[in-house]
């Protein structure tokens, strides 16, 4: 059964700490992993992974994938308060698309001023 | 703007009631899904459609139902057979994609309690 597992559950830190998210996986055929931010209502996407040891980058937020280590991470530096979110990992198994996507149960991040 | 727009937000119902949740798209997108969510929980998959007048359960589907008779619309029917029925409902679309890596564009979600 393809799964993901996300690691801390929680976390608590202060504004300006460095954190790093991350999200084990099993799947028996890997396409893509992507991070989702969900702050009250609707995920919004973060990034996409396909190959291994590329960084994706947008702003604070960074993220990489190991393929062979069937792991990726999330990094956020210089956390401010809106970075307080459920951070979520899934994974598209192949065969399949979306509708294939599997879900972990997310990490729900608290930035304190 | 385009986007996906759930109604409603809020909404309880008493035990043996069906409730539909609305959602419509109206960003051209193929693909539509409902996953529901519970507190401590991934996203679980209800139903999706990847094209209007057929639609398939996905990993939850006992007493949900859908249709699909427009391309932007995706109605969730939770009937009176769904025992747990309270939770967060998620609504979502993706485009159709070649390589379809799985990206998907959430509605803000429908929260249900049931009384």
């Known amino acids: 059964e393809d799964k993901v597992v996300q690691s801390p559950l929680s976390l608590v830190v202060h504004e300006g700490d460095t954190v790093t998210l991350n999200c084990s996986y099993e799947?028996?055929?890997?396409?893509?992993l992507l991070w989702y931010k969900q702050e009250k209502k609707a995920p919004t996407f973060l990034f996409m992974l396909t190959s291994s040891g590329i960084e994706k980058k947008s702003g604070r937020l960074s993220s990489i994938l190991d393929k062979k280590e069937l792991f990726s991470i999330l990094n956020i530096t210089a956390t401010q308060t809106g970075d307080s979110a459920v951070y979520l990992c899934a994974v598209t198994p192949l065969p399949g698309g979306s509708e294939k996507l599997v879900f972990g149960k997310g990490t729900k991040l608290t930035v304190n001023p | 703007d385009g986007g996906i727009t759930q109604s409603p937000k809020y909404l309880f119902r008493k035990e043996g009631q069906n409730v539909t949740l609305s959602c419509e798209q109206n960003l051209n997108h193929d693909a539509m899904y409902w996953y529901r969510q519970d507190p401590g929980q991934g996203l679980r998959l209800i139903y999706y459609?990847?094209?209007?007048?057929?639609?398939q359960k996905g990993d939850i589907a006992e007493g949900y139902s859908v249709s699909r008779e427009k391309k932007e619309s995706f109605p969730l029917t939770v009937t009176s057979a769904q025992k747990n029925p309270t939770a967060f409902y998620l609504c979502a679309s993706t485009g159709r994609d070649p390589t379809n890596t799985g990206e998907l564009f959430f509605g803000e979600g429908s929260r249900l309690t049931v009384l």
């Open positions: 799947v028996t055929n890997f396409r893509s």
């Open positions: 459609s990847q094209i209007v007048n057929d639609f």
